[in-house]
């Protein structure tokens, strides 16, 4: 016997009579994006699977298992919770709710069942009598001077919240953030004591401390400013580096300048 499938493995994705096969493959790469696996699409416009994989690359997974229905009732037949996906809202009063909100009722649903997400035709949307059919309306707060959302941008939005709550539960886990190649340990209070000292007198050799700029108090906001920041010895070193080679570079001009003094006052 299968074991029921839960989390967002228990989320199927339909798509009511959809007009265009490029939203249809958005969807389709929106669900690969966000961990999404089950799409069943009732009456579609246009269903060509070679474009659909074009579009939509490394979805042949998904495209090869989607299910056909003659009708939204019959898509939605074995589902324990359906919410309606809109862009605005009705006048009729129905159970009226937002994509973050309703995310994580619909994960835990899926524990008693299969759950399923509905996307109403591109033009039209859903008819009260789609709606009729599921137990929830969700709207996407948007700009009341441009409400309309494509069918990708609008699924896009809940697959995201659908993710974002599957992460909260643990259910699953995003890619983690890049890490540099060469990680280092946290600077000690050395390390930065020493980069302290070489940005100091890199910048008294520079003469910034001139006028009314105070060394006490340009340090004090140095180091409260890079404390912010959490430095590793990595880091803290090439602050160090910063202030020796800027000291060297001084160094050098005024070496340079001397030796240039010196052939002038020579006699010839």
Same mark, same amino acid.
């Given at each position: 016997m299968t074991?029921?499938r839960t989390g967002?493995?228990?989320?199927? &994705?339909?798509?009511y009579?959809?007009?265009n096969l490029?939203?249809?493959?958005?969807?389709?790469r929106?669900?690969?994006?966000?961990?999404?696996?089950?799409?069943?699409? &009732?009456q579609?416009?246009?269903?060509?699977?070679?474009r659909?994989?074009?579009?939509?690359?490394?979805s042949?997974?998904?495209?090869a298992s989607?299910?056909?229905?003659e009708?939204l009732?019959e898509?939605?037949?074995d589902?324990?919770?359906?919410v309606?996906?809109?862009?605005?809202?009705?006048?009729?009063n129905r159970?009226?709710?937002r994509?973050?909100e309703v995310? *994580?009722?619909?994960?835990?649903?899926t524990?008693?069942g299969? &759950?399923?997400?509905?996307?109403g035709?591109?033009?039209?949307?859903?008819?009260?009598?789609?709606l009729?059919?599921?137990d929830?309306?969700?709207?996407? *707060?948007?700009s009341?001077?441009?409400?309309?959302l494509?069918?990708?941008?609008?699924?896009?939005?809940?697959?995201?919240?659908?993710f974002?709550?599957?992460?909260a539960?643990?259910?699953?886990?995003?890619?983690?953030?890049?890490v540099?190649?060469r990680?280092?340990?946290?600077?000690t209070?050395?390390d930065?004591?020493r980069?302290?000292?070489?940005l100091?007198?890199?910048?008294?050799?520079i003469r910034?401390?001139?006028?009314t700029?105070?060394?006490?108090?340009?340090l004090?906001?140095?180091r409260?400013?890079?404390a912010?920041?959490?430095?590793?010895?990595r880091?803290a070193?090439?602050f160090?580096?910063l202030?020796?080679?800027?000291?060297?570079?001084?160094?050098?001009l005024?070496?340079?300048?001397?030796?240039?003094e010196?052939?002038?006052?020579?006699p010839?």
């Open positions: 074991a029921p967002l493995d228990g989320v199927v &994705v339909v798509l009579q959809p007009q490029i939203n249809v493959a958005a969807v389709i929106a669900m690969k994006n966000m961990g999404l696996s089950r799409l069943r699409c &009732v579609p416009a246009e269903w060509d699977p070679w659909i994989e074009g579009i939509a690359h490394r042949h997974d998904i495209v989607t299910e056909m229905f009708s009732e898509a939605v037949g589902c324990v919770r359906v309606a996906a809109s862009g605005r809202s009705r006048m009729g159970n009226y709710t994509p973050h995310a *994580p009722r619909l994960l835990r649903a524990e008693d299969p &759950v399923a997400l509905v996307f035709r591109e033009d039209q949307g859903l008819a009260n009598e789609q009729d059919l599921c929830a309306v969700a709207v996407i *707060p948007t009341p001077s441009y409400t309309s494509n069918l990708a941008q609008a699924f896009l939005v809940f697959a995201y919240e659908l974002r709550a599957a992460q539960s643990g259910v699953t886990e995003a890619e983690a953030f890049p540099g190649r990680p280092s340990e946290a600077a209070r050395e930065l004591e980069a302290f000292g070489a100091e007198e890199a910048m008294h050799r910034f401390f001139k006028g700029r105070s060394p006490e108090s340009v004090r906001t140095l409260t400013v890079l912010r920041t959490e430095l590793d010895r880091e070193n090439l160090a580096a202030g020796f080679e800027t000291r060297h570079f001084v160094d050098r005024e070496a340079a300048s001397r030796d240039e010196t052939k002038e006052s020579a010839g």
